[in-house]
């Protein structure tokens, strides 16, 4: 990046070093995003390990990019981007969090598809101005290194809150949980064919599923929008998790469930193998029939079930904010010593 601050950048590499880093986290959206969820837990851990966040960028040592869609209403509407556009001029050194929903080459995916070709170049142009690029994970890192080449992009996995851990227990009520918005990314089509074709109960949570599943299904809830804590608690009481997404960048979800000793159902795609491992049943998205025996069998199989659940529990051990946190660490400490 170019442009001129009154503090050098020698003199914040210097100081940095006998002091606690500053950084100033930002978003191009007032709240609500997924972005801001990341942010938040990422910023807690990171204050955990002497990280001081400061509301100014220019006192900042490093600006830290919690960076999802950039052409959305509250984007327009928060309107930050000659902020961006001061911080990319400046010596102060500039590190994006990104996922790759704009580098899949499917503008299917996306709510708006027209605006995918422009989302794409806008971020790219950013990563490029940027002095290291944060992906979420391996497969993410992939796809960007593809058309991002003078940039360093580093993969910080996501941790999950210590509040989703539980060891597995026998459900009393069994049922099916699905927990997204009605996306065309989550995979829409799949999740309510399958409501409607299992045996058992189902539990849809998120906005949007009203518009796409009949109100007279039988063996569906949709309870909306959840708050964490009730969320937390179903993840805890549900046997099976269903998640047939068609595109994650990371796939928090799909840890959330695996914390909670939840077998999970997911899709073979993007960066869900990455995180599941071997540690949850896997199918192509589109492959329902698929889906719906598998799901039949873990609710009827108490020993398999039993095992995935375990499994899944110790492989989500591997996924903290506390390692989140050092990673990022890292990243801050590479681009004050570039």
């Known amino acids: 990046m170019g442009g001129s601050t009154t503090v050098s950048v020698d003199a914040r590499k210097r100081a940095s070093v006998n002091r606690s880093l500053r950084v100033h986290f930002f978003t191009l959206t007032p709240g609500g995003g997924s972005e801001h969820i990341y942010l938040a837990a990422l910023r807690d851990a990171l204050e955990d390990q002497h990280v001081v966040p400061v509301d100014d960028w220019r006192d900042a040592d490093v600006v830290h990019l919690f960076e999802v869609n950039a052409l959305t209403g509250d984007t327009l509407r928060a309107f930050e981007f000659p902020t961006l556009y001061r911080i990319i001029r400046s010596d102060t050194p500039l590190v994006v969090s990104t996922d790759d929903l704009y580098f899949s080459d499917d503008p299917q995916l996306t709510v708006h598809p027209r605006l995918y070709p422009l989302n794409h170049r806008l971020q790219r142009l950013l990563f490029e101005r940027s002095d290291a690029v944060i992906a979420i994970s391996e497969s993410v890192r992939g796809r960007l290194a593809e058309h991002v080449t003078n940039t360093p992009i580093h993969v910080v996995h996501h941790g999950v809150d210590d509040a989703y851990r539980d060891e597995y227990t026998e459900p009393d009520d069994p049922f099916v949980l699905h927990v997204s918005l009605a996306a065309p990314r989550k995979n829409p089509e799949a999740v309510v064919e399958v409501a409607q ?46 998640f047939p997404t068609r595109h994650e960048g990371f796939g928090l979800p799909v840890l959330e469930a695996m914390a909670a000793s939840t077998a999970v159902v997911t899709s073979n795609v993007y960066s869900v193998p990455e995180i599941a491992g071997d540690a949850a049943v896997l199918h192509d998205p589109h492959d329902i029939d698929a889906h719906v025996e598998s799901i039949e069998r873990l609710l009827e199989n108490e020993s398999e079930r039993q095992t995935l659940a375990r499994n899944a529990h110790d492989r989500a051990q591997e996924f903290t904010w506390q390692q989140s946190a050092a990673n990022t660490i890292d990243v801050y400490r590479d681009v004050l010593d570039a």
């Open 197 to 242: 074709r299992l045996d058992h109960r189902m539990v849809v949570a998120g906005s949007g599923w009203d518009d796409l599943i009949p109100e007279d299904a039988e063996n569906v809830v949709l309870p909306g929008f959840v708050p964490e804590g009730d969320l937390i608690d179903r993840y805890h009481r549900a046997p099976v998790f269903y």
